[in-house]
């Protein structure tokens, strides 16, 4: 299962999305699309984001049919009308590494903090006690 996100961009700034949006892309949502669940984050920056839940083998194939999905709503549904949808694809999985990044490290949740990664370097060995050789 993937969870993609998908924008919908409102026809006029401050335009509120339409109540039950989730609700009716699950009932356009073909048996095909494999939709699960949707979630709705209505106050998102810059634009209103649809978190769409589907059982597909690639995450290319779960983002093609959230695509698909919101093209069909927003070309059909009458409470969707003027609106379109913008940038489809997996969020990135931010607390995750938002905790990489502050130093707080991920001590306690099973990870090995001592390791380096393109998004946070290995600390200083001066720094870090743990590391020094001498």
């Given at each position: 299962?993937?969870?993609?996100?998908?924008?919908?961009?409102?026809?006029?700034?401050?335009?509120?999305?339409?109540?039950?949006?989730?609700?009716?892309?699950?009932?356009?949502?073909?048996?095909?699309?494999?939709?699960?669940?949707?979630?709705?984050?209505?106050?998102?920056?810059?634009?209103?984001?649809?978190?769409?839940?589907?059982l597909?083998?690639?995450?290319?194939?779960?983002?093609?049919?959230?695509?698909?999905?919101?093209?069909?709503?927003?070309?059909?549904?009458?409470?969707?009308?003027?609106?379109t949808?913008?940038?489809?694809?997996?969020?990135?999985?931010?607390?995750?590494?938002?905790?990489?990044?502050?130093?707080?490290g991920?001590?306690?949740?099973?990870?090995?903090?001592?390791?380096?990664?393109?998004?946070r370097?290995?600390?200083?060995?001066?720094?870090?006690?743990?590391?020094r050789?001498?």
């Amino acid at each position: 299962m993937y969870l993609v996100h998908a924008a919908l961009r409102p026809p006029y700034a401050g335009a509120p999305l339409p109540p039950d949006v989730g609700t009716l892309l699950r009932s356009l949502a073909t048996r095909e699309e494999a939709v699960e669940h949707v979630s709705v984050h209505p106050a998102a920056e810059p634009d209103p984001v649809v978190g769409v839940f589907v059982l597909a083998d690639r995450l290319t194939d779960a983002e093609r049919r959230v695509a698909e999905l919101c093209r069909r709503a927003v070309s059909t549904a009458a409470e969707l009308s003027g609106w379109t949808y913008g940038r489809v694809g997996a969020p990135m999985v931010t607390p995750y590494y938002e905790r990489l990044l502050d130093g707080s490290g991920l001590a306690g949740a099973g990870v090995d903090t001592l390791v380096h990664d393109r998004f946070r370097p290995l600390g200083s060995p001066s720094n870090r006690p743990e590391l020094r050789t001498s």
